[in-house]
């Protein structure tokens, strides 16, 4: 299975990117997706997922700002960012996790940068 994501970029605060992500390979269609993000000297932490049935859960950090979606039939998610702010700079990663077998995937990730 692999993951490529892509979109990312340098905006301005209170601007908007959207990343997309697309699964190939033979990963399990119930499988969790979602994004997570890593900035400089700081852990990486869960920004957004979504279930095949489309459960989500947000970071509070993101929420109302962030939108996830899931295109099950061509294995791709997406996230919408508005309100950008200089703290969502970080590398952003797609990230898909298969329940039953336990694996996880990871994406190359892509840089966000939110500055004037």
């Known amino acids: 299975v692999q993951l490529q994501a892509s979109g990312g970029g340098l905006v301005q605060p209170g601007g908007s990117l959207r990343l997309s992500c697309v699964a190939s390979g033979s990963m399990n269609s119930n499988a969790v997706m979602g994004w997570y993000r890593q900035a400089p000297g700081k852990q990486r932490a869960a920004v957004a997922t979504?279930?095949?049935?489309?459960?989500?859960t947000y970071a509070d950090s993101v929420k109302d700002r962030f939108t996830i979606s899931r295109d099950n039939a061509k294995n791709t998610v997406s996230l919408q960012m508005n309100s950008l702010k200089p703290e969502d700079t970080a590398v952003y990663y797609c990230?898909?996790?298969?329940?039953?077998?336990?694996?996880?995937?990871w994406g190359q990730g892509t840089q966000v940068t939110v500055s004037s």
């Open positions: 990230n898909a996790f298969e329940s039953l077998s336990h694996r996880v995937y």
């Open positions: 979504i279930t095949r049935d489309g459960t989500i």
